[in-house]
């Protein structure tokens, strides 16, 4: 690359997540900082800190820091316990379609490393209760699929999306809507974004609309395995849900 490095803030706004139990890894999951009055969560899927059909009960999780604006290959980890006392740390939620497969755990920002950089989205990234979005709008899904991404200069990848079912109404009763993208495990956690030529022309340093978070794939239960095709649906979970989960 020629000259001063660039990256998208997008980039440095995700975060590879790695579930631990003690010092023995787990899986790899998604996830993004959301910035609230000054308080720092991470933002994930709730089956990523628990799972009891799987049996997956971490302790922690582990994230990656960047550590320099420009070397991306300096990087550091930064554990996250989920326990206290036996007390769970994150942050979960219901709403009238039952649970939610959110969960938000709130960083130390005292603990995190001085030289650290990273972006995160806040309550402006949301869309108002009066803003749309066209069904078949472009978006981004921002993750680790599969936990795969450049491992030298630890950034994610982003896959194409578009908005497959009316944004704004929740998805048979459930507080998701519906993608149509390519998606492995590992991306659930990611952030699902639309480009913001408004904030661009604001030269904010972050110029993305958080609409949702990438849950699962989505498939028929009746479905012939050897004769049809994967939908290639996926769930994304509102992101207003984010403003509920951070009130004090």
Known sequence: MRG???????LLAATRVGTFFGTRPLTNASGFLFLR?????????????VDAPTRHHPDRLEIELH???????ASTGFSVPLYRERRSLWRQGRDSGGEIDLALVELEREALPEAAVWHAFTPEHLLGKEETVAVGSALLIVGFPL??????????????????????????????FLTDARTHRGTS????????PAAVERGDALPWR??????????????DLEQDESLGLNCAWYADMLLALTRD
Not at 4 to 10: K, Y
Not at 37 to 49: A, C, G, I, P, Y
Not at 210 to 223: E, K, N, Y
């Open 210 to 223: 958080l609409l949702g978070v990438h849950s699962a794939r989505m498939d028929m239960a009746g479905r």
């Open 67 to 73: 550590m320099s604006p420009t070397a991306l290959t």
């Open 37 to 49: 009055d000054e308080r720092l969560f991470l933002v994930t899927s709730r089956h990523v800190v």
């Open 189 to 196: 956690g990611a952030p699902v974004v639309m480009h913001d």
């Open 4 to 10: 001063r490095q660039v990256i998208d803030s997008l």
């Open 147 to 176: 936990g795969f991404h450049d491992t030298l200069h630890h950034l994610p990848v982003v896959r194409q999306s578009v908005l497959a079912s009316a944004y704004g109404v929740r998805f048979q009763g459930q507080g998701y």
